[in-house]
C-alpha cells in the first residue's frame, strides 16, 4: 500500500478549497480573536485564494488553533467547525473576522454567527456546537499544530511533497509569492 | 598531568569549534530551503527594503558559510573571529529588539519555525560571548620580556665605581 507521506493526516473536507491534488497544500493555523488572524484573513487570503487556489496551484485547509488567552477563540473555533458541517464554514470565517471586535468586547459569538446563516442553518449549528465530534475536531486540530511546532497565529504551513514549511505571522505577499511560484512548479 | 596552560588552549578550541560549527548550521539549513523562507524571516523584523532583504537572503548564508569554515579551519583568525562578531551583535540586536517590542516573529536562525524565545536569546548571547573572547583573544598579544627590557633592567643595576 502507497503512503503519501504529504497529505496531512486528518482533512475535514468542509474547511477546505481549491484542488487536492495542487502541487501546494497550505494549512492555515488560525484563531479567530487574534488581531493578526484578521489581517491575514482580510489582507493576504483574497491574494492568496485569487492567485493560487481558484488557479488549481495551492490546496488551502483551514485549521483551528484557538490560543488559550484568548477567551472566547475556541468558542468561535467550534461555532466555525459546526457551520462547516452545514457547507457555511467560510462565510461564518469571513463574519467572525469582520465583527472581531464586537464579539470579543462582548462575548456574544453566536451573535455574529448567526448574520452568515439562514434560520434552519442557524438551528443545525447550535445543536452541533455540542456534538463530541465536532469540540474533538476542534481539538485535533490544535494538536496537529502542536505536532507541528505551531506556537503562534496565524501559522500558514507551506507543504510540497514531504517538506513542510511553518511560517509565522503576516508574510510580506510578492515575498511569498516568490515562494508559492518556486514551489508550485 | 594537564598544565593550565593545556586547559586554556582546550576550552579556546572548543569555543571556536562551537561558534564555527553553529555558524556553518545555520548557512546549511538556510541553503537547503529556497532562499524565499530566510527572505521572509528577514522581511519580519522591518528593518530593511525589500531590495535588500532579497540581497541579504540570497548571501548572508555563503557569509554565515564561509566565516564559519574559517573559525573552524583556525585561518584568518582576526578577520574571522571580527566577522562572526560583527554578524552575531548584529543577529542578537535585532532579536533583542523585536523580543522586546513582542512582534512575535520567527527568528530566522535555522529555517522558519522557531520563534524568538528566552531559549533563542540565551543561545545567541552565549554564542555572541564566545565570539567575542575569541576575537580578544586574536587580537591580544602576550608581553613577552624582550633583549631591550633585558637590557634596560641590566643597565640600571650596573653602577660603575
Known sequence: MALCLAAPSRIDTAKTVGNPAAPVTIELFSDFQCPACRGLHMSLLPSIMRDYVATGKAYLVYKEFPLMQHTHAREAATYAVAAARVGKYEQVADALFQNQQHWEADGKVFETVATALTPAEQKKVQALVKDPGVLNEVAQDVQEGLEQSVNQTPTLMIIRGTKKYPLAGVPNYSLLQALLNDLSK | ?161
Open chain 2, 1 to 161: 598531568m594537564i598544565c593550565r596552560s593545556n586547559i586554556l588552549r582546550i576550552a579556546w578550541l572548543v569555543v571556536r569549534l562551537a561558534v564555527g560549527g553553529v555558524l556553518v548550521y545555520a548557512a546549511w539549513t538556510k541553503l537547503r530551503e529556497p532562499w524565499m523562507l530566510f527572505a521572509i524571516s528577514i522581511d519580519a523584523y522591518h528593518v530593511l527594503p525589500q531590495w535588500a532583504v532579497t540581497l541579504v537572503a540570497r548571501t548572508l548564508p555563503w557569509v554565515e558559510l564561509m566565516v564559519g569554515l574559517l573559525l573552524l579551519a583556525g585561518r584568518w583568525m582576526r578577520i574571522s573571529t571580527v566577522a562572526a562578531s560583527a554578524l552575531l551583535t548584529l543577529f542578537f540586536t535585532l532579536m533583542v529588539r523585536s523580543y522586546a517590542r513582542g512582534e512575535g516573529i520567527d527568528c530566522g536562525c535555522f529555517g522558519p519555525g522557531e520563534a524568538i524565545s528566552p531559549i533563542t536569546l540565551l543561545r545567541d548571547g552565549l554564542l555572541l560571548g564566545g565570539s567575542l573572547l575569541l576575537t580578544a583573544k586574536a587580537f591580544w598579544k602576550p608581553r613577552k620580556p624582550g633583549p631591550s627590557a633585558i637590557e634596560n633592567v641590566a643597565q640600571s643595576s650596573y653602577r660603575p665605581a
